[in-house]
């Protein structure tokens, strides 16, 4: 008999071996014990965190003769033939994906069962259907036959029409944590006879980043490497991660500008094979780790990364670590346009371990504060412009989020009379917003705002959220401060969509970023205006002035001008 992969060999045959999907096994089971069962089931989420297997033992129960306590029984017809019948139908749609196999589908589905109570149809990566597929399943996904039971799963819940969506049952699976998936390889190496550390476990976990599948085979391509002992190290040299040594060792040679190793060790690293992309992101997480650590003093699972973790601590300050994971997050931005991902990498470890560049450069940008004279020349500025105003909000969160200097930004305000004689009301508020958006963009704040963007993913059926973050599927973010954004559609139906929803949209950036915004949706093609003129403003030394929004609708204390317009009217008083 030929070799079964661990990973098949221990794929759960009922709901009590299932890990870290509890909520949704709980859901199902009790529908299957009540005879609540759904006609069509949605599973998304991460690859290897059960979809499948919760879709083959949800065929397996329906069908048995007789449930014991929620558990199939092993015995009956349909139980001892589950792997070999006809009614449980597996597709792959990555390889069929035509209309043509969906109508044969469709065809088949009248047919009653030849054994079993249902006939069960599972649909994986179902987002590769086309358009003409989907149209096809459509009507029959809506009324299927009473012994027919649709379990569609995919890892790209956006790509599925939301008229496929609206008609079924729809399971959000999460990522596994890595205590949960050390348990289970854990239990499978004593049932394999596999000796290994704790420590092996728990990395293997980490590096599995909580898909169970992928840990399985981890685990199984270690132990056809060492024979049935794996070390730590083991895991560093077949799966090609670096080792906490190796990290510890790094951070100590930038905290001592010890340039030569630096570049020793990012060419060896390019050398092995590793990816480069990878390791920033290793490192970064490390990082995190550490600032963790020197926070709650929480230690990890793994004794090796604690090591580490105690070490760095003690190297740098907070600030610094923060400062290290801006400037490897800029540069693993730039790598994804370049080919030289090493020399991407030794220039930045290299710029932050020079003494100079730290201490002069600051290399602290959230931390960076307005100065006081700073402040006062915002101040008189403003004065000049409109008396008895205040100074904007915006210079005020410029100052806790921090703010380059090299900017040099000013405040002008706009008088009510601007709005009020204005005969299109929303296209001033975007070009206002269009403007804010550019005198105070952020680098940082828009790289946060992109690296967070697929976290839309988890709103997409949402009742508050799935509108907009259906529409900013197709759009993107081109420009972003801490107070405005500009969003750009692919069409003028997106955009139109996006702006009549705004308050949605500003709602949802607030949940899934922390950022306050005045967000503007703009097209491609204006946005490309944009662009240019801003370019040859800034050539030119034109410099985008911030005007506060006086919109009477947003929520703003009043000053004593406007307590005085209040008191005696508009007309009664003289701007200078």
């Known amino acids: 008999m030929s070799y079964l992969a661990l990973y098949r060999k221990y794929r759960p045959s009922d709901f009590e071996d299932v890990y870290g999907q509890e909520e949704i096994v709980t859901v199902i089971n009790n529908a299957i014990i009540n005879n609540k069962i759904s006609h069509a089931y949605l599973f998304s ?18 069908n048995c003769d007789n449930l014991v306590g929620g558990k199939p029984c092993g015995k009956c017809y349909n139980c ?36 079993a109570k249902f006939k069960v149809y599972i649909i994986d990566e179902v987002h590769m259907l086309s358009n003409s597929a989907f149209n096809a399943l459509l009507k029959t996904l809506e009324e299927p036959p009473s012994h027919v039971i649709f379990i569609l799963a995919t890892t790209e819940p956006h790509k599925i029409p939301l008229t496929i969506a609206s008609r079924c049952q729809k399971f959000r699976f999460s990522k596994i944590s890595d205590e949960k998936i050390a348990n289970r390889i854990k239990s499978i190496a004593k049932l394999e ?3 290994a550390s704790d420590d092996v476990f728990y990395e293997i976990a980490r590096i599995a980043d909580g898909g169970m599948r992928d840990a399985i085979n981890i685990l199984d391509q270690l132990n056809a490497y060492s024979n049935g002992k794996i070390v730590l190290e083991d895991v560093y040299k077949v799966i090609g991660t670096v080792s906490y040594n190796d990290l510890s060792e790094l951070l100590t040679n930038i905290s001592s500008s010890n340039k030569e190793k630096i570049i020793s060790f990012v060419d060896n690293l390019d050398k092995s094979g590793k990816e480069i992309n990878k390791f920033i992101e290793e490192l970064i997480v490390f990082l995190k780790d550490v600032i963790l650590f020197k926070t709650t003093k929480v230690l990890s699972n793994i004794v090796a990364k604690n090591k580490a973790i105690s070490l760095v601590s003690n190297l740098f300050t907070d600030k610094t670590i923060y400062g290290l994971i801006e400037m490897l997050n800029d540069s693993l931005s730039s790598i994804k346009y370049s080919s030289h991902s090493s020399i991407i990498l030794m220039t930045c470890l290299l710029k932050f371990s020079d003494n100079d560049y730290f201490e002069n450069k600051k290399i602290i940008s959230r931390e960076i504060i307005l100065e006081k004279n700073d402040i006062e020349k915002s101040k008189t500025a403003s004065k000049s412009n409109f008396e008895g105003e205040n100074i904007s909000r915006e210079i005020i969160n410029r100052k806790k989020m921090g703010v380059d200097e090299e900017k040099n930004i000013i405040i002008s305000k706009v008088k009510k009379s601007d709005y009020e ?23 940082d704040i828009k790289n946060e705002i992109l690296n967070g963007w697929k976290g839309i993913d988890n709103y997409i059926y949402d009742d508050n959220y799935s509108v907009v973050s259906g529409l900013l599927k197709d759009a993107s973010v081109v420009v972003a401060s801490s107070s405005y954004a500009i969003v750009t ?21 607030e949940v899934l970023f922390n950022l306050n915004l005045r967000i503007a949706a703009i097209s491609d093609e204006r946005w490309e205006s944009e662009r240019k003129k801003y370019i040859l403003n800034t050539k030119n030394g034109i410099k985008y002035v911030v005007k506060e929004e006086l919109n009477e609708n947003k929520k703003k ?20």
């Open 80 to 115: 001892i033939n589950f792997n070999n019948s006809n009614d449980i139908v597996e597709i792959d749609a990555a390889s069929n994906n035509g209309v043509e196999e969906i109508r044969e589908l469709r065809d088949k589905v009248n047919l009653v069962p030849s054994h």
């Open 489 to 509: 559609g692919k069409n003028d139906s997106i955009v139109n969509r996006i702006n009549e929803n705004v308050d949605k949209v500003e709602k949802l950036f």
């Open 421 to 443: 004689n204005s005969n299109d009301e929303l296209e001033n508020s975007i070009d206002l917003i269009i403007n804010n958006a550019f005198a105070l963009a952020s680098k």
């Open 45 to 62: 989420g991460p690859r290897g965190t059960g979809k499948t297997t919760i879709a083959k033992i949800i065929a397996r129960l329906v």
């Open 557 to 576: 204390s009043k000053t004593p001008v406007d307590e005085l317009i209040e008191l005696v009217g508009d007309n009664m008083i003289e701007y200078k």
């Open 193 to 195: 006879k596999i000796n």
